[in-house]
């Protein structure tokens, strides 16, 4: 961070847009890849993994893993990053880009109804709103796709499969975080991801052109390191809850992408429903604890910020895009 960074921080608003705007376009490029879910998700980590992992060899952050209290929940959750990317490609293959990204941001409405079971923390009456809200954004969500409409209905119910695995990962790595550092618990995610994806292109009927190539090294390179980067950068100049506002623009930029690339209009009842998630998503940012400057902070994606204000005031970290 330079000294003219820290004079002006509203350059810290600026990388974290950077960041959402890549993120917007995930199902853009999911959408134009004419692979599995599972395959695609399999490049993107391989392509990824030396990006990321390269430092933390590096800087001998490999040490961190000699604790082994959670090392089994630590290597596990990398096999449910994996699921739950597979889910959130499903549903950008079978929905609408849309419905599959506000399905996602179900996840720290999850959290916030677990946590209390799961991680023993305190049940909050200020999520019975923001319950409610989302609640009803999915179910209008899901009577537009229609039950009798099979593939409409497969994606919605990815989305919600995927906002609700990465629920569960928001909730495993507060649990790791107690332990690892932001930088073991995600190269250990991906190196355990990548070894249990290992099969999925080789599964594959055809092999991917020179263009889709391009588009999935884009996938790893950019939509994963590169974004990580610009929005960790981000997040060292800007209070918390002013970052996870900013992230909205990453679902905004989705349904303006699939409008302009894949003229996909989504209709008023899908934006209704999409709304209503968004709105109980800032409710409870809104009745959040005072956010902080985390100088130096160690974080992973938007997600896990909004769940830091549910129930933890401290940053919790979680990439998972």
């Given amino acids: 961070m330079t000294k003219d960074d820290e004079k002006h921080p509203r350059t810290g608003y600026a990388w974290i847009a950077s960041a959402a705007l ?8 999911v959408r134009i890849i004419p692979l599995s879910p599972l395959a695609t998700v399999a490049y993107r980590v391989w392509f990824s993994l030396p ?13 961190d893993l000699r604790d082994g209290a959670h090392s089994k929940l630590l290597f596990g959750s990398g096999v449910l990053q994996a699921v739950a990317w597979t889910a959130f490609f499903t549903a950008f293959k079978y929905t609408t880009v849309a419905n599959a990204v506000l399905l996602l941001y179900t996840a720290p409405i999850i959290v916030a109804i677990l946590a209390p079971y799961i991680l023993r923390e305190p049940r909050q009456p200020r ?19 229609g039950l009798g409409e099979q593939v409409e209905t497969l994606g919605v119910l990815s989305g919600l499969t995927a906002g609700f695995l990465f629920a569960l990962l928001i ?18 995610q991906l190196i355990s991801a990548a070894i249990i994806l290992a099969p999925a292109p080789f599964l594959e009927q055809t ?42 623009l990453e679902p905004a930029s989705a349904i ?30 809104a009745k959040g604890r005072p956010a ?9 994606t938007a997600l896990t910020q909004k769940t830091t204000q549910i129930s933890q005031p401290r940053p919790v970290r979680r990439y998972c895009r």
């Fill in 22 to 29: 890549i993120w917007g376009s995930i199902g853009i490029i």
């Fill in 127 to 145: 999520v019975y709103l923001p319950l409610l809200l989302a609640t009803l954004g999915t179910i209008l969500i899901f009577s537009n796709a």
């Fill in 292 to 300: 902080k400057h985390y100088s130096g902070l160690k974080a992973k």
């Fill in 171 to 188: 909730m495993a790595d507060r649990k790791l975080s107690q332990t690892y550092t932001s930088q073991s618990i995600v190269s250990a």
């Fill in 256 to 285: 303006f992408y699939a409008a302009l690339l894949l003229s996909e209009l989504p209709d008023t009842t899908s934006l209704l429903g999409g709304g209503l998630i968004v709105a109980a998503n800032l409710i409870l940012i």
């Fill in 51 to 63: 990006l990321l992992l390269i430092p933390w060899l590096r800087h001998r952050r490999i040490l």
């Fill in 207 to 248: 092999t991917p052109s020179l263009t889709e190539a391009a588009l999935l090294v884009i996938l790893g390179l950019v939509h994963t390191g590169f974004a990580l980067y610009l929005y960790l950068k981000g997040l060292r100049l800007t209070p918390a809850q002013h970052a996870v506002v900013i992230q909205y």
